[in-house]
């Protein structure tokens, strides 16, 4: 009565339906059951089927269909039993269904561990790949704390008018130069303003041996705080004398620096400097403890040595000698003018009466910057940049990406015949699918967390080098919200990648059945 | 039919199968299979057997007719409950490469009680657990040695693997043994002793045991023997 139609394979419900309504069962003798098969349920219903008895209640789904099947022919007549809704059997059943996915897992961790060579360089790319695109990351969150430590304790910082960036960079982290000065006067007057605690001045311009030198006061030590804690010295003392100078961390290690020593300063900042300041050197009086900022870097002396070794300089030569600091008035060593001076506030409700202050200011044009929000502008400026950066870790991590999904791919087809053979040990199709997902979810776990632990090392392995060299403080320690969230980016994706080889051992499963290819 | 009879292990009624846009490959009125019963069903390359196998596996559903696996009708079932149905009621024994060659002799015959709850339960009612089970009829077949349960199944030799297959197929006491052509990459030897084993196991199983294979010689040893060409109404044109 059927003329062959097409082939029926995993039922689609179309085809469920289309199945019920062509042909229907003809008497099958129903049989006592026994108690709590899983396929019980089923089998009872199907049972029960043949016969043609009206009303019988149905299960959940379809119920059209149900009535289609008993209305277009059922032969003989067993009875119809009515259904208990859910047995125990079924609850038995649904417990062992997850038995079958935790094994479908050791399964699938058993067959990738038969391939561990060609998984385990998988694994590596995936793991080197997390590790860049976490530890760019991290870099990145460490160098913006660092840059944020290094100016704190400072309330704003005043220059000659420029933006905010340029003139944050050239005090706080010595990169680039002043264009014009702040004159002495402004800075007194500024002093001298309801609100302000304190104010450092600062004047740049020479160097020494490519760190830059820092004419300022006491007044630095006391005040500029790097990471909310104040500046301490390790060894000697702060300025005494005109000619006293105290070295950066950094300055004093790889100079080889010790109290005692004399130092030339050059004029200038450039690193090949003909043009010294030997005629009067320098006594190293201090040593700054690390901070593990840009005040590692730099050499400070009194704003009066640097005043009187510029006394003999005209028109950036020098000419004849410095005079004898006890013949000159006490007034020849106060400067004209400063490159810009930090300012501490007794509130930091302060802060924009004072700024609006010091860009009102008439006496020539001026502007006070709140290191926080100059390091804002910063960050955004160099947006572009790192959203190249993240492209960049994102692509790497794509790659290792495909290389997973090469693995799996070149690897499904001769493993058919291990789908043929858990097919024919009751796995269904989609047993077949998350086995692959399992392996490739696997996969993108263990690079994961290989790849966090690689970061982990590195971090700890480099931590000193990195604090010596860039202020860098790198701390291994559990992820962060960001970290948990690019882990997590990284397993979904090796589970969207996995969808791939799942999606085609799953039509494969449904193809070959339980035949095994030989 | 005579309704004093137990209820058959395997019954299959009037199946039609075609693939699609072809003329009917299968057209098979009746077989039936009674439990602890062995039938050799004879069938040459290209008549259609592996088509057979999926029908009776239920991972092909036919045009019309239908099939009962242990008295459960497979044929309306949905696709999910024929996955069930055939772990439970059917033990599977191919010809080669029944194993997954990375997991342990061991897991390998204690697949099927993963998948299939039915013969997880008889496993353990008879044995007190699937290991043991495993264990049991490994032994049964000659496989005690005392490392070879541990031991990877792709380290074995072909023989060793089809014995451990058989001991996965019959586990846990499936309604039917379907071997198909079990015994062709084992020598003459080898094959003589192979099957009398799978007799004795079936029959110690109370499974039925449904042969398929192209060599009739061994088709003696068998209480029925059919031949695949002859069951068949279609008369398809050999050239898969």
Redesign the interface.
């Known amino acids: 009565m059927n003329a062959p139609g097409r082939p029926k394979r995993e039922s689609s419900l179309g085809e469920e339906v289309a199945k019920r309504l062509e042909g229907s069962p003809s008497g099958a003798p129903g049989r006592p059951k026994r108690e709590s098969s899983p396929g019980e349920e089923v089998a009872k219903r199907l049972e029960g089927s043949p016969s043609g008895a009206p009303g019988r209640p149905k299960r959940e789904s379809s119920p059209g269909e149900e009535v289609a099947k008993r209305l277009e022919g059922s032969p003989s007549g067993a009875p119809g039993r009515p259904k208990r809704e859910s047995s125990p059997g079924e609850e038995v059943a649904k417990r062992l269904e997850g038995g079958s996915i935790s094994a479908l897992w050791r399964i699938a961790l058993a067959s990738l561990w038969s391939r561990r060579f060609t998984v385990g360089l998988t694994v590596l790319t995936i793991l080197l790949s997390v590790t860049l695109f976490l530890g760019v990351d991290r870099i990145r969150e460490e160098a913006r704390t660092a840059f944020l430590r290094s100016a704190s304790g400072v309330d704003l910082v005043v220059g000659a008018r420029a933006h905010p960036v340029q003139l944050l960079l050239y005090t706080v982290f010595g990169l680039g130069e002043a264009t014009q000065n702040v004159s002495w006067d402004a800075y007194q007057v500024a002093g001298t303003q309801p609100g302000v605690a304190w104010t450092v001045p600062i004047s740049l311009g020479d160097s020494h041996q490519g760190f830059r030198v820092i004419g300022t006061t006491d007044a630095f030590f006391e005040h500029v705080q790097v990471a909310g804690a104040p500046i301490t010295l390790a060894e000697g003392t702060a300025f005494d004398h005109v000619y006293d100078a105290v070295l950066g961390a950094d300055v004093a290690r790889r100079l080889g620096y010790a109290v005692g020593e004399s130092i030339v300063l050059a004029h200038g900042t450039a690193r090949r400097n003909p043009q010294q300041h030997d005629d009067q050197p320098f006594v190293v009086r201090g040593v700054l403890a690390p901070t593990g900022s840009p005040i590692d870097q730099a050499v400070y002396v009194s704003l009066e040595g640097i005043e009187a070794i510029h006394l003999n300089w005209r028109g950036g030569t020098r000419v004849g000698k410095i005079p004898a600091l006890d013949t000159l008035p006490p007034e020849a060593l106060q400067p004209r003018s400063i490159t810009a001076f930090y300012v501490g506030l007794e509130s930091r409700l302060g802060v924009f009466a004072f700024q609006r202050w010091i860009q009102q200011y008439r006496g020539e044009p001026l502007s006070a910057i709140l290191p926080g929000v100059a390091l804002q502008q910063l960050w955004s400026l160099l947006g572009t940049a790192e959203t190249a950066l993240d492209v960049t870790t994102s692509a790497v991590v794509l790659t290792g990406l495909i290389g997973l999904l090469a693995v799996l791919l070149a690897t499904l087809d001769e493993r058919r015949r291990e789908m043929a053979v858990l097919r024919a040990v009751g796995a269904g199709p989609r047993h077949i699918f998350t086995l692959l997902l399992a392996e490739a979810l696997w996969l993108g776990v263990l690079g994961t967390l290989l790849g966090y632990a690689l970061l982990q090392g590195l971090c700890l392995a480099v931590a000193p080098w990195l604090q010596a060299h860039y202020g860098l403080i790198l701390q291994p320690g559990w992820p962060g919200g960001g970290e948990w969230a690019r882990m997590g980016l990284v397993v979904a994706a090796t589970g969207v990648v996995g969808l791939l080889p799942a999606l085609l051992a799953y039509r494969h499963s449904v193809a070959d059945g339980v035949k095994i290819r030989y | 039919?005579p309704?004093t009879n137990p209820?058959p292990a395997l019954?299959a009624?009037d199946l039609?199968?075609?693939?699609?846009r072809r003329a009917?490959l299968l057209d098979l009125p009746e077989l039936r299979l009674m439990p602890g019963h062995t039938l050799f069903l004879y069938g040459p390359s290209g008549c259609g057997k592996?088509t057979l196998?999926?029908l009776l596996?239920g991972?092909?559903?036919?045009?019309?007719?239908?099939i009962?696996l242990a008295?459960?009708?497979l044929?309306?079932?949905?696709?999910?409950?024929r996955?069930?149905?055939?772990?439970?009621?059917?033990g599977?024994l191919?010809?080669?490469?029944?194993?997954?060659?990375?997991?342990s002799v061991l897991?390998n015959v204690m697949?099927?009680c993963?998948?299939?709850?039915?013969r997880?339960?008889r496993a353990v009612q008879h044995h007190g657990s699937v290991r043991a089970a495993a264990l049991a009829l490994l032994a049964h077949l000659g496989l005690d040695g005392s490392d070879l349960p541990r031991r990877?199944a792709?380290q074995l030799s072909v023989g060793q693997q089809q014995r451990v297959a058989a001991a996965?197929a019959l586990i846990g006491q499936p309604a039917v043994v379907l071997a198909d052509e079990p015994t062709s990459a084992l020598d003459a030897d080898t094959q003589a002793r192979f099957l009398q084993l799978l007799f004795d196991e079936c029959r110690a199983n109370g499974s039925a045991l449904l042969f398929v294979s192209h060599d009739q010689r061994l088709a003696d040893a068998f209480d029925e023997v059919r031949d695949l060409r002859e069951w068949n109404r279609a008369t398809p044109k050999v050239a898969a």
């Open positions: 039919m309704d209820a019954m009624k039609v199968f075609a693939y699609p009917p592996s196998l999926n596996a991972t092909l559903q036919p045009q019309a007719g239908h009962l008295g459960h009708e044929t309306s079932a949905r696709s999910w409950q996955d069930r149905l055939r772990g439970d009621c059917l599977f191919f010809q080669q490469f029944n194993l997954l060659p990375f997991l897991d697949l099927p993963r998948f299939a709850p039915g997880r339960q990877r792709g996965r």
